[in-house]
T-cell receptor
Framework: QKEVEQDPGPLSVPEGAIVSLNCTYS??????FMWYRQYSRKGPELLMY????GNKEDGRFTAQVDKSSKYISLFIRDSQPSDSATYLC???????????FGGGTRVLVKP | GAVVSQHPSRVICKSGTSVKIECRSL??????MFWYRQFPKKSLMLMAT?????????EQGVEKDKFLINHASLTLSTLTVTSAHPEDSSFYIC?????????????FGQGTRLTVV
């Protein structure tokens, strides 16, 4: 079993819809939770990171962490075609540890 | 935000040759850099952690003699794929973080697509 599971998609939504992404994990030691966006043939770009449980909002993006369920989510409101990319979740046990990535979910926002 | 630059972005080499990939932090000094490998439609897999002035720490299963990492300055780390074979074809990505920053704040390069023919 992988430490971090993420549905590979593709997830196809019409422009303007809410995109809902999630990851589950098995190790309760994870403390920091990140979401990255990766365009084709490019490196990942950090969108948001959250420490421990709770919600965090930044513009059209909302990240949620539920440590009791070992479940994290990313919501993208008012989705745009430019949001079409692969979204990777990543987690870290402590500040100095290595990142553990999910497999990524490919998102397609259709005009 | 901080910029991490990788070069080259794409490289094609013949089997048996060596290829060097550079990772530079352009506007900050990076005491720690990370090298990842990504297969098509797969996640990033950490290969090694590179600390300036010391030997890199390799992840389990990664051949040290195959993937040579040098972090000779605070702004440059290099990954050399030695005696490359077609199975080494992949997308290689580096990331770097500033001193005192946590690994959550590491910035990624744009990646290098290596094709070995």
């Amino acid at each position: 079993q992988k430490e971090v599971e993420q549905d590979p998609g593709p997830l196809s939504v019409p422009e303007g819809a809410i995109v809902s992404l999630n990851c589950t994990y098995s190790n309760s030691a994870f403390q920091y939770f990140m979401w990255y966006r990766q365009y084709s043939r490019k490196g990942p770009e950090l969108l948001m990171y959250t420490y421990s449980s709770g919600n965090k909002e930044d513009g059209r993006f909302t990240a949620q962490v539920d440590k009791s369920s070992k479940y994290i989510s990313l919501f993208i409101r008012d989705s745009q075609p430019s949001d079409s990319a692969t979204y990777l979740c990543a987690m870290i046990k402590a500040a100095g540890n290595k990142l553990t990535f999910g497999g990524g979910t490919r998102v397609l926002v259709k005009p | 935000g901080a910029v991490v630059s990788q070069h080259p972005s794409r490289v094609i080499c013949k089997s048996g040759t060596s290829v060097k990939i550079e990772c530079r932090s352009l506007d900050f000094q990076a005491t720690t850099m990370f090298w990842y490998r990504q297969f098509p439609k797969k996640s990033l897999m950490l290969m090694a952690t590179s600390n300036e002035g010391s030997k890199a720490t390799y992840e389990q299963g990664v051949e040290k003699d195959k993937f040579l990492i040098n972090h000779a300055s605070l702004t440059l780390s290099t990954l050399t794929v030695t005696s490359a074979h077609p199975e080494d074809s992949s997308f290689y990505i580096c990331s770097a973080r500033e001193p005192g920053q946590v690994n959550t704040e590491a910035f990624f390069g744009q990646g290098t697509r290596l094709t070995v023919v």
